[in-house]
């Protein structure tokens, strides 16, 4: 089927398909697939560029078109770019919602505003890449994915999906050391001072 590119798709560069690594930084483990047919099918649509055609690994919605993808990463990455490969068919999603950063993202949140909503086009083949807003994606820890509805199937199918970018490190935890007092000394404060945050009761 013909496609028509928004203002927000372009052609893969294949000379420089090396940016399409992120899912080597990718915590599949903790990854979530929501609304999958098969457990377990989301994680394998994050592969290599060069293992983007295999038809064998595939992910299909379970009774309605939705899927919803919550994606960790281990530390912190820049995402440029998006590609999604369906099926030639109807079953192919018309339409991705991203979110940074907020890993509380599900069903009955996604159809809230996103940070980001691209509209999608037939790529049975993986041609066409999709440009992220810099604004929300240059450090991004959490990445949410929102298929919500395809071109007219039942069910969704997606195959393969590519994000572009690259890695910025690993995240330190920062460890916050307060020292409390077990009970106020008043020899410590000024009596004044105490007496700021009283209030009459009249």
Not at 33 to 40: A, F, L, P, T, V
Not at 147 to 150: D, E, G, H
């Given at each position: 089927?013909?496609h ?15 940016q ?8 599949k483990y903790?990854?979530q ?8 099918s ?7 560029w060069?293992e983007?055609?295999d038809?064998?690994k ?18 912190a ?16 999603p ?6 940074s ?10 159809r809230?505003?996103?940070h ?14 999709y440009?992220v807003?810099p604004?929300?994606?240059?450090r ?6 929102y298929?919500?509805?395809?071109f007219?199937e ?25 020292t409390?007092?077990s ?10 001072d105490?007496l700021?945050?009283?209030h009459?009761?009249?």
């Open positions: 089927m013909q028509s590119c928004s203002r927000t798709c372009q052609h893969v560069d294949e000379t420089n398909v090396g399409w690594n992120l899912y080597t930084k990718i915590d903790n990854l697939c929501y609304n999958e047919k098969h457990d377990g989301g994680k394998d649509v994050f592969r290599a060069d983007r055609l038809r064998t595939v992910v299909e919605s379970d009774d309605d078109p939705e899927l919803l993808f919550s994606i960790p990463f281990n530390g990455v820049k995402l440029t770019g998006i590609c999604v490969i369906g099926e030639n068919d109807p079953s192919h018309n339409t991705v919602k991203l979110w950063n907020l890993p509380e993202i599900r069903f009955d949140n996604a809230g505003k996103a980001q909503e691209i509209p999608l086009t037939y790529d049975p083949s993986g041609t066409l890449a440009q807003n604004a929300h994606f240059a991004v820890t959490h990445l949410s994915l298929f919500p509805s395809n007219g039942e069910t969704t199918r997606v195959y393969y999906i590519g994000l572009r970018g690259e890695f910025l490190g690993e995240v330190q935890s920062q460890v916050v050391i307060a409390y007092e009970r106020p000394q008043l020899k410590d404060h000024k009596v004044d105490l700021k945050g009283t009459e009761i009249q």
